[in-house]
């Protein structure tokens, strides 16, 4: 049976359901002030999540092309509810060939590559480790049907850890 959440300006129904995780939390469509995004529902009982606020409250500062916005976290009963930008797939899709086709004919691969590495830099600046990456983490967003353009993004690094040393990346390229 459908149930409908509200909570403050955010809404959504368990029968949106994108994607369920393994064991850390279901991926919802819904609506944050009348704009379309995804929310992470995430169990407060969870050891893997981390109980910290203010890290939580970090993840909506951080600004990159090449990182899924995340808007809001709210906590409410027992679950921590994550509001983040709504892509329109994942490179686990892409690779599955069950990407929207529009989308997927505007990737190129040595594209899908730098801008993860745009990413990690910009935490490793940043002093955050993502160390949750894999092909659900790599998200692809498109601002509508007419535009062109589309980004690669980050997803997931709320899990991630803060380091306090900062590593280069060096990029050897051979002609």
């Known amino acids: 049976m459908s149930q409908l959440f509200c909570l403050g300006d955010l809404q ?40 910290d606020e203010q890290q ?3 993840l909506t500062k951080l600004q990159n092309e090449h990182l ?11 679950f921590r509810y994550l509001v983040m930008e709504l892509c329109q797939g994942s490179m686990l899709d892409y690779c599955n060939k069950t990407l929207d ?6 990737i190129k691969a040595t594209d899908i590559m730098w801008k993860i590495i745009f990413a990690i830099d910009y935490l490793d600046g940043q002093k955050i480790n993502h160390g949750n ?10 601002r509508d049907s007419k535009s062109r353009r589309v980004l690669v993004k980050l997803t997931a690094y709320g899990y991630s850890s803060v380091v306090y040393v900062r590593y280069s990346i060096y990029i050897c390229i051979h002609l």
Not at 101 to 106: L, P
């Open 12 to 51: 959504f129904s368990s029968d949106n359901l994108l994607r369920s995780e393994d064991g850390n939390g279901k991926v919802f469509k819904g609506t944050f002030k009348g704009e379309s995004v995804a929310v992470k529902k995430l169990s407060l009982n969870c050891p893997d999540i981390s109980q």
């Open 56 to 58: 939580w409250e970090n």
């Open 68 to 78: 899924v916005k995340y808007h809001q976290c709210m906590v409410q009963d027992n």
């Open 101 to 106: 086709k529009d989308v997927a004919s505007r």
């Open 133 to 142: 990456l894999k092909l659900e983490n790599v998200l692809f967003w498109k």
